[in-house]
T-cell receptor, first 112, second 113 residues
Framework: SQTIHQWPATLVQPVGSPLSLECTVE??????LYWYRQAAGRGLQLLFY??????ISSEVPQNLSASRPQDRQFILSSKKLLLSDSGFYLC???????????FGPGTRLTVL | QKEVEQNSGPLSVPEGAIASLNCTYS??????FFWYRQYSGKSPELIMS????GDKEDGRFTAQLNKASQYVSLLIRDSQPSDSATYLC?????????????FGTGTKLQVIP
């Protein structure tokens, strides 16, 4: 069966500091991978998606970036965090048909 | 009009009752629909998918789809306190061959013991 991991589970960072969140998927090959953000009381916002190694599409222009160095690894980064970057970051995968999304446990980021 | 709309709730139902959660969508060509359950502080969990008009049942859950009315609903029979969560409706929208899934903001369900 497929499993998706994210770390860290929680993170508190000062404004202006860098960020690196990692996501890995087990039990499937060539998944579509996604980064979502869920701000307090708000819906899921798609940030990035990837259909293959090195292929990244950005949905929302911002100070975040994503990379996919391996088939089942997806990384979300920032060089300088803003207060508005606080939120619940979720990595998800889907099959190549794109149907459905299967989410990891998430990382709760607080920027102070 | 939002692409996917849900009443934010909270929807309060007594234990043992039927909870009815509703979702409307704007894209007439959407072909598949998903319901997710999200407990407070946790990530969303896919609980139901439906692809054709009518009803789909899975245990205490029934998804209902009416494409003509662009309406999808989730019924939870014999509601339990453990069903208390936020329920998200999700609809894939075709976009250049990649299906962008749009999520509603969710309906919060409270099951009262």
């Amino acid at each position: 069966s497929q499993t998706i991991h994210q770390w860290p589970a929680t993170l508190v960072q000062p404004v202006g500091s860098p960020l690196s969140l990692e996501c890995t998927v087990e039990g499937t090959s060539n998944p579509n991978l996604y980064w979502y953000r869920q701000a307090a009381g708000r819906g899921l916002q798609l940030l990035f998606y990837s259909v293959g190694i090195g292929q990244i599409s950005s949905e929302v222009p911002q100070n975040l970036s994503a990379s996919r160095p391996q088939d089942r690894q997806f990384i979300l980064s920032s060089k300088k965090l803003l207060l508005s970057d606080s939120g619940f970051y979720l990595c998800a995968w889907s099959g190549t048909s794109g149907r459905g999304r299967f989410f990891g446990p998430g990382t709760r980021l607080t920027v102070l | 009009q939002k692409e996917v709309e849900q009443n934010s709730g909270p929807l309060s139902v007594p234990e043992g009752a039927i909870a009815s959660l509703n979702c409307t969508y704007s894209d007439r060509v959407s072909q598949s629909f998903f319901w997710y359950r999200q407990y407070s502080g946790k990530s969303p969990e896919l609980i139901m998918s439906i692809y054709s008009n009518g009803d789909k049942e899975d245990g205490r859950f029934t998804a209902q789809l009416n494409k003509a009315s662009q309406y999808v609903s989730l019924l939870i029979r014999d509601s339990q306190p453990s069903d208390s969560a936020t329920y998200l409706c999700a609809v894939p929208l075709n976009s250049g061959g990649y299906q962008k899934v749009t999520f509603g903001t969710g309906t919060k369900l409270q099951v009262i013991p």
